[in-house]
């Protein structure tokens, strides 16, 4: 069975940092892009961050602007893994934070992505 599994969320002052993680399993991880989403109280779901499955040349990760120099994805092929480094955190980067899966997609927020975790919540206090 597909499971994206969370964790390394928590209660962060601002300024501070934290790492999520997100382990996978039940599908081939080195084939499908993986992607962080957020959702905040009475808010949207939006895109945060998306990695590719390859090395597309200067193309292989995406932010939306508002993380965009503090916040870094990543993954571990050998450890089907996928992380999401977050610097400088904000107040408003409180939210339950998703990973997700996207067979042979780019990490765009336009990708179709499959398979969900259940989040992991993050919440900045001020």
């Known amino acids: 069975q597909v499971q994206l599994v969370e964790s390394g969320g928590g209660l962060v002052q601002a300024g501070g940092s934290l790492r999520l993680s997100c382990a996978a399993s039940?599908?081939?991880?080195?084939?499908?892009?993986m992607g962080w989403f957020r959702q905040a109280p009475g808010k949207e779901r939006e895109f945060v961050a998306g990695i590719s499955w390859r090395n597309w040349r200067d193309s292989s990760s995406h932010y939306t602007d508002s993380v965009k120099g503090r916040f870094t994805i990543s993954r571990d092929n050998s450890e089907n893994t996928v992380y999401l480094l977050m610097h400088r955190l904000k107040p408003e980067d409180t939210a339950v934070y998703y990973c997700?899966?996207?067979?042979?997609?780019?990490?765009?927020?336009?990708?179709?992505?499959?398979?969900w975790g259940q989040g992991t919540q993050v919440t900045v206090s001020s």
């Open positions: 997700a899966a996207d067979r042979l997609g780019e990490g765009l927020e336009s990708d179709e992505y499959e398979y």
């Open positions: 039940g599908f081939t991880f080195s084939t499908h892009a």
